[in-house]
């Protein structure tokens, strides 16, 4: 079936610094990346929507300065925590689509996520 | 302003006895739902998804019910299991024009007990 691929799983890094996370699709064309946000035992929030070879798209709220989303092919999209505080530490998962199958999950398949810790 | 929502944080049922997770949505442009299983620090599991043209559907122990004139859905478990602990989330596509990205609920924890 399909797969996301995300890494890494965890990080902890110190305050200020960036954090880059990955997200692969390995067998379907990622033509759309989703990035989610997840706080501890709530829900998971929509940051952006991106697609290949495109500007991202950023949910009201979120600081696209902050937040860089790179997505310059099929297969792999990357999120990027510049300057990270500790406000930013939360769990957060990729979920791609692809418009012709629809990808895995009657068309979303998730990353299994990382944790990032700002210290 | 949360366009799906899971009124019940926690549920827990006996073994070999049904679950019933809730969702409620206020969005009428939502088209497509699924439910998602989900383990701390993993990513979600797909259970089961349903269009809006639909009411049922169903897939082994696994049955989601949709009304739309309610805009309310729920999914089903039965017989439960203690490997179906976990939190569940349902979520919503299609709330808006070519908007894909999925609206999902703040998530039920499901406690089976053996």
């Known amino acids: 079936g399909a797969v996301v691929s995300q890494h890494p799983s965890w990080v902890i890094c110190k305050s200020g610094t960036s954090v880059k996370i990955e997200c692969r699709s390995l067998?379907?064309?990622?033509?759309?990346m989703f990035w989610y946000r997840q706080f501890p035992k709530q829900s998971l929030m929509l940051m952006a929507t991106?697609?290949?070879?495109?500007?991202?798209?950023?949910e009201q709220g979120v600081e696209k300065d902050k937040f860089l989303i790179n997505h310059a092919s099929l297969t792999l999209s990357t999120l990027t925590v510049t300057s990270a505080h500790p406000e930013d530490s939360s769990f957060y998962i990729c979920s791609a689509r692809d418009r012709t199958t629809g990808g895995g999950g009657n068309g979303y398949t998730f990353g299994s996520g990382t944790r990032l810790t700002v210290v | 302003d949360q366009q799906v929502k899971q009124n019940s944080p926690s549920l827990s049922v006996q073994e070999g006895r049904i679950s019933i997770l809730n969702c409620d949505y206020t969005?009428?442009?939502?088209?497509?739902f699924l439910w998602y299983k989900k383990y701390p620090a993993e990513g979600p599991t797909f259970l089961i998804s349903?269009?809006?043209?639909?009411d049922k559907n169903e897939d082994g122990r696994f049955t989601v019910f949709l009304n739309k004139s309610a805009k309310h859905l729920s999914l089903h478990i039965v017989p439960s299991q203690p490997g179906d602990s976990a939190v569940y989330f349902c979520a919503a596509s299609g709330g808006g024009p070519g908007r894909r990205a999925l609206t999902f609920g703040s998530g039920t924890r499901l406690q089976v007990q053996p």
């Open positions: 991106s697609n290949e070879g495109s500007k991202a798209t950023y």
């Open positions: 969005n009428s442009m939502f088209d497509y």
């Open positions: 067998d379907f064309q990622a033509t759309t």
């Open positions: 349903i269009s809006s043209i639909k």
